[in-house]
């Protein structure tokens, strides 16, 4: 978990947490039921005046209570044992940590929660001589799973800006932003650089920067994941941009395009049924000043995804950072249109088609697409009886037939 094995040891009674930060992708992909082992080793004083039984070990991962481990291993046997003089201490455990669980930047924390007897001295208490510590040997193993998620989704990239954080350059990404940009839209794209690159530990310097679109782009934009910085102000930029999405310019406003028939089929043979369209264009039309994000497959190409951070005009996209310094806003941008505003907060909706992004084996894909078509799915297996059962149902009848014939000629 950590080299440095004094930061994994607290001395004394009354101590801080151990605080051990790692960062995960986002796209890490289990199937439900499945868990990240954590093996945790650890060492609690050997002290006499200390009360084993009151004793123990709290973890916590990103404010989430996970466990309490005691000091000696728990059951009738192990405290007969225990009473007889014998070894009973607990020193490691090995932990089913749900996916969940997880984010892009993580903080995992223990607590050595020592209780001394009731007759230990009062000078012992404030000792420093004692030591608890996290054996550097702990780990979490995220080696068994697969890169792979659906996109857009737009917590991913206000957590760490995924998926342009892939690559930590951002080697493929380009920024965009309008061709005659305003102040707001490049303090917007500095704002979000800076977040990104602490994502990523270090600067990004192979990203490309364009101003507006020009003629000959769509070479480069195919192989490229795309982050605008645009107010709506910006037409031209925004048009382009949202030509195949499912957004629109509509009288000088942002709204959702209406779903057509084939989309509708299309999305519940997916198993996409729960998509907010209507409410996501509803609350667009009865929101004035507002700014946030949009995510979307890219115009460019299908395999790539365009994170657009936007707003009614530039003051409020400046304001797009502060807000991001808000765990209440971060843990409610989610989905592929995020709407931030001063009275509401953040409102966030599911309006477009998700597609898969990145590998897993063969196998595996066959059984994800499976789960993912479960309507098409079923149609096909009662298809596949039908024809079976008709099959079976006129071989049947000429067996019977057949016989009925043979029993008429004796």
């Known amino acids: 978990m950590a080299q440095n094995t004094t ?27 499945d868990f990240f082992p954590v093996q945790i080793d650890y060492r609690f004083p050997t002290e006499s005046w200390i009360d084993e039984d009151r004793s123990q070990l709290s973890i916590t991962l990103n404010g989430t209570f996970l466990r309490s481990l005691p000091v000696n291993k728990r059951g009738l046997v192990e405290s007969a044992w225990h009473k007889l003089g014998g070894d009973t201490r607990q020193e490691s455990y090995s932990l089913q940590l749900s996916p969940y669980l997880i984010y892009g930047d993580n903080q995992l924390e223990f607590y050595f929660s020592l209780q001394p007897k009731p007759n230990a001295p009062c000078s012992l208490l404030t000792s420093n001589n004692i030591k608890s510590r996290i054996d550097p040997d702990s780990y979490i ?34 920024m965009l932003l309008p061709a005659k940009p305003e102040a707001g839209e490049i303090a917007a794209l500095l704002a979000m650089a800076a977040r990104a690159g602490n994502s990523t530990g270090i600067p990004l310097n192979h990203v490309e920067v364009r101003l507006g679109l020009q003629q000959g782009d769509d070479a480069l934009l195919a192989n490229k994941d795309i982050l605008v910085f645009s107010s709506l102000k910006q037409t031209a930029l925004i048009g382009d941009v949202l030509a195949s999405s499912p957004f629109e310019m509509r009288n000088g406003l942002l709204s959702v395009k209406e779903e057509t028939l084939t989309d509708k089929l299309r999305g519940y043979f997916s198993g ?117 059962g008709s099959s079976v149902y006129v071989l049947l009848s000429r067996h019977a037939a057949k016989r009925l014939a043979n029993s008429a000629n004796k």
């Open 7 to 33: 930061s994994l040891t607290v001395n004394g009674l009354y101590h801080d947490g151990i605080r051990i930060g790692f960062r995960a992708a986002p796209d890490l992909f289990l199937w439900d039921g």
């Open 141 to 174: 193993d995220l080696s068994k799973t697969h890169h792979f998620t659906l996109l857009p989704n737009l917590s991913y990239y206000v957590g760490a800006a995924f998926p342009f954080s892939r690559l930590a350059d951002f080697s493929e990404t380009v």
């Open 272 to 388: 996409n049924f729960f998509r907010q369209g209507v409410e996501a264009d509803r609350y667009l039309a009865s929101t004035d000043a507002w700014r946030g994000f949009l995510s979307f497959a890219s115009p460019w190409s299908r395999n790539r995804v365009v994170v657009m951070a936007t707003a009614t005009d530039s003051d409020q996209l400046t304001m797009l950072n502060a807000d991001l310094q808000s765990l209440t806003i971060n843990a409610g941008i989610r989905g592929d249109i995020a709407v931030i505003n001063s009275e509401n907060g953040v409102k966030s909706f599911v309006v477009g088609a998700q597609f898969p992004r990145g590998e897993m084996p063969w196998y595996m894909m066959i059984i994800w697409y499976a789960s993912q078509h479960i309507i098409f799915l079923s149609l096909c297996g009662l298809f596949f009886a039908i024809v079976i």
